[in-house]
């Protein structure tokens, strides 16, 4: 025969559970009724969003009221590499957008796109793609600038598109000849060639080699200005710019030295 707990013993066992659950129902009454109130009358918080907070209901903390938010929002692009936007620059009308540049970009870029001033680009020789995704930026706002966003806010896609073709097709050719294939480094070399593994870096060959098969907007750097070259990559690591799409350049250019931006911009701006 199984020997019967003793009727003290079920006693014990009946209370404890009770005590348990009791502590359980006032840590709970605490934790979301009690602690939330107190807290939210002295954060200016209502009972109920209170205590909808502590349990996760609603967003936010039971103690303080969650600040607004009123900053606009910046888009990184409005650029889609759709079919029809692909045929659309293949199907530009350089003749168009040659006189849109007389009348818009010679003060700035010159006709020929080469312009003298190492703080400004030069265009000519650009991916058409490129100049058309950067346009486009300048007039959403994702790229800021006080000289080109009042120059391309009227524009539409035709016209960007004329413009990207026109400057796409004219020769850049070496800023100087001489400093054509400048050695900068073996440090520089590689991280154009093979990235840096442990800083998680990818190669810049990657997307800015010849036929790379980077993103179909990526830039020509061969035979740009340094100074704009390294001016750009400090503004993808701050942060200023940040129209590159999947957060590409701010990432590379957040993981590189200042050094690093400096020497790969004279390497770029020798081949």
């Given at each position: ?88 620059n ?15 970009c ?22 058409r ?75 810049c ?55 690093e ?11």
């Amino acid at each position: 025969m199984t020997d019967l707990p003793a009727p003290g013993e079920n006693r014990w066992r009946l209370w404890s559970a009770v005590g348990v659950v009791v502590a359980i129902l006032i840590g709970a009454g605490l934790g979301i009724v009690v602690i939330p109130l107190v807290q939210g009358a002295g954060g200016g918080v209502d009972p109920y969003t209170a205590i909808c907070r502590a349990l996760g209901i609603l967003p936010g903390s039971p103690a303080r009221p969650t600040p607004s938010f009123e900053a606009a929002a910046v888009p990184v692009t409005r650029v889609a590499w759709t079919d029809a936007t692909i045929n659309e620059n293949y199907r530009a009308d350089r003749d168009a957008g040659a006189k849109l540049a007389e009348q818009r970009c010679i003060a700035c870029h010159t006709v020929e796109g080469n312009t003298p001033d190492p703080t400004i680009p030069r265009n000519a020789g650009q991916s058409r793609f490129a100049i058309y995704k950067q346009l486009h930026d300048y007039k959403s706002g994702a790229r800021r600038n006080d000289t080109m966003t009042p120059i391309v806010t009227d524009l539409d896609d035709k016209a960007i598109a004329d413009l990207a073709a026109y400057y796409g097709r004219l020769v850049r050719g070496a800023i100087d000849p001489q400093r054509s294939g400048v050695f900068v480094g073996a440090d520089i070399d590689n991280i154009v060639l093979n990235g840096d593994i442990a800083r998680v870096l990818p190669p810049c060959s990657a997307c800015h080699g010849i036929r790379a098969g980077g993103p179909i907007e990526t830039p020509t750097l061969t035979s740009q200005y340094a100074q704009y070259v390294e001016a750009q990559l400090k503004a993808f690591a701050s942060g200023q710019r940040h129209n590159d799409i999947y957060h590409r350049m701010r990432s590379v250019a957040s993981k590189l030295t200042p050094s690093e931006m400096q020497l790969l911009a004279v390497y770029y701006s020798g081949k």
